[in-house]
């Protein structure tokens, strides 16, 4: 009976907006309960939020999704169904379900802004707040910011193979799930797309809402030619006809020139457009444009859909054809070549009762999943003569970059490989989001994340856009947060990469 009423809470709350406060692991809970027990709900801690490695091996990933994560934060709380249901479970102290009736965000928050180039092992999203409320936040900072910066660096290594031209996003119906399709088109806007097919991504963040006809709207009608007239006299300035339902060349075009003839010509409209969705784009793109420019239609505009992503329109584009736009769906909205985006959430430092910093590493045989402790800031350098991001540079938070000096820089993994950086101007890329658990920082607007993600792509090297074998971006430690892994690390008897003896 218990059972049932709590499921009927949780199904009314779902009918009016559920809270996202319990899409947490299960083991958030458990820990912060043993906090408690062990006296350490309050012990302030830091933990980072970072990722490993680069969808498609490319050079840099776009991130994204920082503007959900300060509602879900502003949001936190424990309704009396999320009490009821913990406390069925029999395994929560009655002081810990206490201490969540009251529960409220208190802490601090660092994060990049969305749409800011980012590269593997740098802090992206700084936590400093007591142990259970930093805990907390763990599953859902990394489930949004996972989700959008994967679609968002998808979408800009689709755009960037498209050279200029538009990129549509098409794969609502192929996402995964509701959230895949809505929040992913606006990640997919962020990366640089010009628009969604996804219409309510259009009121709720402003993501223009693109499209016109299916096959069905053709079928629907006893002639090609009668279903591309009625469209044009439905839509005479936005007439982008589907014009591979039966055989593009032979009936597609030709009807569709038609169309635009008895049509759009009398209103002296020149703006139009088709769209395949099969065969052979780059014969077919150079035929159509052919025949519209024979016609006397040089506006037309050609776009081409159908299980897209980079590397196929980069071959079609070097194989000539005339292509002005694309639609992408679902090998963009899942990243179907990279599903993966590999955000953790780590801790690196604690507080003592003096306010003292603590550093904590986690170590592992596998280097890539050892850890940078303590609390930290990252820098990105420019080049005062050319404006482009010369390099990132992570440091404690106390140490200072002085940039009217030169500074010596060298990869992480390759100590070898040095850099001397003269002549830079460094940017702190961290800004701060929450202090003392009040929103200190302006949301940009998507426009404005927009821009901002075209202006600090500009500012990348072709050469670490490339995708293919892009060249490597430094990511440099400071001496003092090097020396510190390093001491930690010979302190618990390993160096990178040596194995335990068994």
Same mark, same amino acid.
């Given at each position: 009976?218990?059972?049932?009423?709590?499921?009927?809470?949780?199904?009314?709350?779902?009918?009016?907006?559920?809270?996202?406060?319990?899409?947490?692991?299960?083991?958030?809970?458990?820990?912060?309960?043993?906090?408690?027990?062990?006296?350490? #709900?309050?012990?302030?801690?830091?933990?980072?939020?970072?990722?490993?490695?680069? !969808?498609?091996?490319?050079?840099?990933?776009?991130?994204?999704?920082?503007?959900?994560?300060?509602?879900?934060?502003?949001?936190?709380?424990?309704?009396?169904?999320?009490?009821?249901?913990?406390?069925?479970?029999?395994?929560?102290?009655?002081?810990?379900? @206490?201490?969540?009736?009251?529960?409220?965000?208190?802490?601090?928050?660092?994060?990049?802004?969305?749409?800011?180039?980012?590269?593997?092992?740098?802090?992206?999203?700084?936590?400093?707040? !007591?142990?259970?409320?930093?805990?907390?936040?763990?599953?859902?900072?990394?489930?949004?910011?996972?989700?959008?910066?994967?679609?968002?660096?998808?979408?800009?290594?689709?755009?960037?193979?498209?050279?200029?031209?538009?990129?549509?996003?098409?794969?609502?119906?192929?996402?995964?799930?509701?959230?895949?399709?809505?929040?992913?088109?606006?990640?997919?806007?962020?990366?640089?797309?010009?628009?969604?097919?996804?219409?309510?991504? @259009?009121?709720?963040?402003?993501?223009?809402?693109?499209?016109?006809? #299916?096959?069905?709207?053709?079928?629907?009608?006893?002639?090609?030619?009668?279903?591309?007239?009625? *469209?044009?006299?439905? *839509? !005479?300035?936005?007439?982008?006809?589907?014009?591979?339902?039966?055989?593009?060349?032979?009936?597609?075009?030709?009807?569709?020139?038609?169309?635009?003839?008895?049509?759009?010509?009398?209103?002296?409209?020149?703006?139009?457009?088709?769209?395949?969705?099969?065969?052979?784009?780059?014969?077919?793109?150079?035929?159509?444009?052919?025949?519209?420019?024979?016609?006397? +239609?040089?506006?037309?505009?050609?776009?081409?859909?159908?299980?897209?992503?980079? +590397?196929?329109?980069?071959?079609?584009?070097?194989?000539?054809?005339?292509?002005?736009?694309?639609?992408?769906?679902?090998?963009?909205?899942?990243?179907?070549?990279?599903?993966?985006?590999?955000?953790?959430?780590?801790?690196?430092?604690?507080?003592?009762?003096?306010?003292?910093?603590?550093?904590?590493?986690?170590?592992?045989?596998?280097?890539?999943?050892?850890?940078?402790?303590?609390?930290?800031?990252?820098?990105?350098? *420019?080049?005062?003569?050319?404006?482009?991001?010369?390099?990132?540079?992570? =440091?404690?938070?106390?140490?200072?970059?002085?940039?009217?000096?030169?500074?010596?820089? =060298?990869? !992480?993994?390759?100590?070898?490989?040095?850099?001397?950086?003269?002549?830079?101007?460094?940017?702190?890329?961290?800004?701060?989001?929450?202090?003392?658990?009040?929103?200190?920082?302006?949301?940009?607007?998507?426009?404005?994340?927009?821009?901002? =993600?075209?202006?600090?792509?500009?500012?990348?090297?072709?050469?670490?856009?490339?995708?293919?074998?892009?060249?490597?971006?430094?990511?440099?430690?400071?001496?003092?947060?090097?020396?510190?892994?390093?001491?930690?690390?010979?302190?618990?008897?390993?160096?990178?990469?040596?194995?335990?003896?068994?």
């Amino acid at each position: 009976m218990r059972a049932n009423k709590i499921k009927e809470a949780y199904a009314l709350k779902s009918a009016n907006g559920i809270n996202l406060t319990m899409l947490c692991d299960f083991y958030e809970l458990t820990m912060g309960n043993g906090y408690l027990d062990a006296g350490m #709900a309050d012990r302030i801690c830091y933990f980072d939020l970072f990722f490993r490695d680069v !969808p498609d091996s490319g050079g840099f990933a776009i991130a994204a999704g920082l503007e959900q994560i300060v509602d879900y934060i502003q949001k936190l709380h424990f309704g009396p169904e999320d009490i009821d249901y913990l406390r069925s479970r029999g395994i929560f102290s009655e002081a810990f379900l @206490d201490y969540l009736k009251n529960f409220r965000f208190t802490g601090d928050v660092w994060a990049v802004p969305e749409g800011t180039p980012i590269f593997p092992r740098e802090p992206v999203i700084t936590v400093r707040a !007591p142990a259970v409320q930093a805990q907390l936040l763990e599953t859902y900072l990394l489930l949004e910011f996972n989700h959008q910066s994967l679609v968002a660096t998808k979408a800009s290594r689709v755009c960037r193979a498209a050279e200029g031209r538009a990129v549509m996003e098409f794969g609502s119906r192929r996402a995964q799930g509701i959230a895949g399709a809505v929040v992913g088109a606006r990640a997919a806007y962020i990366g640089g797309c010009c628009g969604t097919a996804c219409t309510v991504s @259009d009121p709720l963040y402003g993501v223009k809402a693109l499209g016109t006809m #299916a096959h069905s709207w053709v079928q629907m009608f006893p002639s090609e030619y009668e279903a591309f007239v009625s *469209y044009c006299r439905s *839509y !005479p300035t936005n007439a982008v006809l589907l014009v591979d339902t039966y055989d593009s060349l032979r009936s597609g075009v030709p009807n569709a020139i038609r169309a635009f003839n008895e049509v759009l010509r009398p209103l002296g409209i020149t703006s139009c457009g088709i769209r395949f969705d099969s065969g052979d784009m780059a014969y077919l793109t150079k035929q159509a444009r052919r025949m519209l420019d024979e016609a006397g +239609w040089p506006g037309c505009r050609i776009t081409v859909s159908n299980s897209l992503d980079e +590397w196929l329109i980069a071959d079609l584009l070097r194989q000539g054809a005339k292509i002005d736009s694309f639609g992408v769906g679902e090998r963009l909205i899942t990243s179907k070549s990279s599903p993966v985006f590999g955000g953790v959430y780590k801790l690196c430092a604690v507080e003592d009762e003096e306010g003292a910093v603590i550093p904590k590493i986690k170590i592992s045989e596998n280097v890539g999943k050892i850890t940078n402790p303590g609390f930290k800031k990252l820098y990105r350098f *420019y080049s005062r003569e050319s404006g482009m991001a010369e390099a990132d540079y992570i =440091c404690l938070r106390h140490e200072r970059v002085d940039d009217t000096r030169p500074l010596e820089i =060298c990869d !992480p993994e390759a100590r070898w490989k040095r850099k001397l950086m003269e002549n830079f101007t460094a940017r702190e890329l961290l800004e701060p989001i929450f202090l003392g658990g009040e929103l200190v920082y302006r949301l940009p607007t998507l426009e404005e994340i927009r821009a901002r =993600c075209a202006a600090e792509l500009a500012a990348l090297w072709p050469e670490v856009k490339r995708f293919e074998n892009p060249h490597g971006y430094y990511v440099d430690l400071s001496e003092e947060l090097m020396s510190l892994k390093d001491a930690m690390l010979a302190a618990r008897g390993r160096a990178p990469g040596k194995e335990e003896k068994r």
